[in-house]
């Protein structure tokens, strides 16, 4: 049986060969609370005895943050961003260097902060930041998001536990999620991306049109772009390199038609958005935009979430992930969205990831308008699969076959 040092450091290992796929002289920025500083040691040290140029850290603290959401001035939160930072993030898309997010705060640590602070905040980032979004979204770098506990996420998934308890359950539960329990975790890997672009092959061969989902509180219809893509497990950069940008992954996902969105979906878990909770929450959709919206936990969040800009009342992205699976059988809600989001079928509002649409990565926003793709300075992933969901995939001439019955693939 292996050590926990062991399947930290194979976890460590797979992030930057896996996840990253990082190839000899690029440079690596890491994002990363401090409290996960000793994984974060175990990742530099991979991606230099992996050829990394250069190991890059920012550090992050969310008491700090939260005295800087609180006690900034209001003018600071929604126009400064140093152009030294700016600079930081393009220059890793221009030199085709590699982003990792290590994932792990306290899905409540900003509980309590007004909610539209927290919006300026994020739609100051997303407009400082359009360049870095947009390049990344195309594939012009490799990244990746990769979880670590902190003791404020650990308690939030088992309250019942004392801290240490708290965290080390939570390190087996990732450790399942990313195979790193397994005898061979990246061959475990190479099997896993096999089976996801089986789907991918399978759906881009059919070149279905509209979707249709229902299940209890949910009855929605997306027309898919006409130009969509499905794409699952890895990305091709454009650049030809090859890399795995969510670790875990379970989905196949694509873009919708801008305007081809309507009815009423409802989420099937709590969404970590902002620094707070929101749950058992429902958006109404008419002609692509969401009309109405209901939450009985963070509405306010939701509120401000869906108005960080135009865009956000929009879907971007449409992601398909089997209700028996790995993350969705362990019974664990992560409050957080690397997990949760691959343990059920899920839907994005905000922008869309132009890698999945036909020559849509270079496209300005006025262009991605015309093509009715949409774009917003904001993207986020929520939950809306159950054991209940059932999907039929409707082809341009009006024929329909069951895709997902009773929250599974049905072909």
């Known amino acids: 049986m292996k050590s926990f040092e062991e399947k930290l450091d194979q ?10 796929g990082l190839k000899e002289g690029q440079r690596l920025l890491i994002s990363s609370p401090i409290e996960t500083a000793e994984f974060t040691r175990k990742v530099t040290k991979h991606a230099y005895e992996n050829g990394c140029k250069r190991v890059m850290v920012d550090w992050s603290d969310t008491q700090t ?25 393009n220059s890793l898309v221009e030199n085709h260097d590699c982003f990792l997010m290590i994932t792990g705060n306290d899905p409540n640590a900003y509980k309590g902060v007004p909610s539209e602070r927290m919006m300026f905040v994020q739609k100051n980032r997303g407009e400082k930041l359009q360049a870095f979004s947009a390049g ?5 770098m490799h ?14 998934v088992f309250p019942d536990k004392n801290d240490e308890e708290a965290v080390d359950a939570l390190w087996e539960a990732i450790f399942k999620t990313v195979r790193v329990d397994q005898n061979d975790p990246v061959a475990a890997w190479d099997e896993h991306v096999k089976t996801l672009t089986e789907k991918v092959n399978y759906l881009n061969e059919q070149k279905f049109k509209t979707l249709h989902y229902k299940s209890e509180g949910t009855d929605l219809s997306i027309d898919l ?12 950069s454009t650049f030809g390199t090859y890399y795995i940008p969510n670790l875990p992954t379970e989905e196949v ?9 309507n009815g009423k979906v409802s989420s099937s878990k709590p969404l970590s958005a902002m620094g707070n909770i929101i749950d058992n929450f429902s958006l109404t959709f008419k002609d692509g935009k969401v009309v109405d919206f209901t939450a009985e936990e963070g509405y306010d969040t939701l509120k401000q979430l869906l108005s960080i800009d135009d865009g956000m009342g929009y879907l971007g992205e449409v992601a398909l992930v089997p209700h028996d699976s790995p993350i969705s059988n362990s019974g664990i809600t992560f409050n957080n969205t690397l997990y949760d989001e691959n343990a059920s079928c899920h839907l994005a509002i905000g922008t869309s990831i132009t890698m999945s649409v036909k020559d849509a990565g270079n496209l300005s926003p006025e262009q991605m308008e015309e093509k009715e793709i949409n774009f917003s300075r904001g993207h986020t992933d929520f939950m809306i699969g159950s054991a209940d969901l059932e999907i039929e995939a409707e082809y341009e001439d009006g024929k329909r076959i069951p895709l997902f019955t009773n929250g599974n693939w049905a072909i």
Request: hydrophobic fraction near 40%.
């Open 253 to 261: 996902f694509t873009t919708p038609r801008k305007y081809g969105v």
């Open 143 to 156: 990244w990746a998001i990769a979880g670590a506990p902190t003791v404020g996420w650990a308690k939030s």
């Open 65 to 89: 943050s939260r005295i800087h959401l609180t006690l900034a001035a209001e003018e600071v939160l929604q126009n400064d961003l140093p152009s030294w930072e700016i600079d930081k993030y």
């Open 225 to 236: 772009h006409p130009d969509h893509t499905w794409i699952g497990g890895g990305h091709h």
């Open 11 to 20: 976890y460590a290992e797979l992030v930057i060969k896996v996840g990253l």
């Open 136 to 140: 990344q979204l195309r594939g012009d």
